[in-house]
């Protein structure tokens, strides 16, 4: 579980309800209209712009952002490094058997073309295509959030017009003034806050995640046809470090000392 975006989501909004109870309450902050008009009018916005299997495939997508075993760059070389070893010493049929073992099925998928005796430009053509459909995947739920949080805010802004001309509509008693311009900027409040403190962050959690996922199938593309083609295990190594950060590179030197 990731337990940063929980944490930022409660935080967020736990000091926001802090803020509004020092202020007086949070009664006067409760107005269903307004919620109707934010909320309904961002998802009715959503479904237009997006067929409705894409938006109910969203949550599929978004747990990412909560639920995510981070995958270790560093790890990754490691795994590869030691299958090279055992590949330059063995032979590549001798990595069959440690297929079964494995949890990532992108893994499983090209250490088993590597040893049925696929070409090399046929391994990359196949796991490039997988690649490229799970960036695709991804890319869809960061523009459904993305497409929220652009939203919200405009919605909560016809929210507040539609506020504004009801108040204005009664004039005639000042009374009802401070009231109903209060109602009406409840929905520019919901429609950032919707979008500030869940939309975006979470495109932008989800943008992190598959450039993570996506580095390390790049990895393991690469490690594999250096595998299949014989390459000297350090030299395998050398390739792989080249897709990291510097200080990821010093770790991995450090630990195989």
Do not use: W
């Amino acid at each position: 579980m990731d337990f940063t975006t929980l944490i930022g989501i409660a935080s967020g909004v736990g000091l926001v309800l802090v803020a509004i109870f020092m202020g007086g309450g949070i009664s006067i902050f409760i107005n269903i209209p307004s919620m109707m008009i934010t909320f309904g009018g961002t998802l009715g916005a959503t479904l237009i712009n997006f067929p409705f299997s894409k938006v109910m495939g969203v949550l599929r997508v978004v747990k990412n952002a909560f639920f995510y075993r981070e995958i270790s760059p560093d790890e990754v070389i490691k795994q590869l490094v030691d299958f090279a070893t055992i590949a330059r010493r063995e032979g590549v049929l001798a990595l069959e058997q440690r297929i079964s073992s494995l949890n990532d099925p992108f893994l499983q998928k090209g250490l088993q073309l590597a040893v049925d005796g696929t070409p090399p430009e046929t391994i990359r053509e196949i796991l490039r295509t997988d690649i490229d459909y799970l960036a695709s995947r991804h890319k869809v739920g960061q523009e459904i959030f993305n497409a929220m949080g652009t939203y919200a805010p405009a919605f909560g802004m016809i929210g507040t017009l539609i506020g504004l001309i009801q108040m204005l509509r009664t004039l005639d008693d000042p009374s009802k003034i401070g009231q109903g311009m209060a109602t009406a900027l409840l929905t520019t409040f919901y429609g950032a806050l919707f979008a500030n403190l869940i939309c975006l962050p979470i495109a932008g959690k989800l943008k992190v995640r598959s450039e993570e996922e996506i580095l390390s199938r790049e990895l393991i593309v690469e490690g594999i046809l250096s595998i299949q083609s014989g390459d000297n295990p350090r030299i395998v190594e050398e390739k792989l470090k080249a897709f990291i950060a510097p200080r990821l590179r010093e770790k991995i030197k450090v630990e195989r000392r």
